[in-house]
């Protein structure tokens, strides 16, 4: 693999106490969710340019990012 094109790292999920609960907009977790969506279309873009790396995915389930 090219350490020109690195593979897409997920974003961090956050704690459940870094939210204040008080109707943020946005909210971490929606942050969060934005960055997971945009880390897996990444990630889908990267594995089409590097089929090889396919076997070394994980094919557990995905988080469900359409909350």
């Known amino acids: 693999m090219?350490?020109?094109?690195?593979?897409?790292?997920?974003?961090?999920?956050?704690?459940?106490?870094?939210?204040?609960?008080?109707?943020?907009?946005?909210?971490?977790?929606?942050?969060?969710?934005?960055?997971?969506?945009r880390y897996q279309d990444a990630l889908q873009s990267w594995l089409q340019r590097h089929p090889e790396a396919a076997s070394d995915t994980p094919a557990g389930p995905q988080p469900d990012i359409h909350k």
């Open 2 to 37: 090219s350490s020109d094109d690195p593979r897409p790292l997920p974003p961090r999920e956050p704690a459940l106490e870094e939210c204040c609960g008080g109707g943020c907009e946005p909210c971490v977790f929606d942050r969060y969710y934005d960055a997971l969506e």
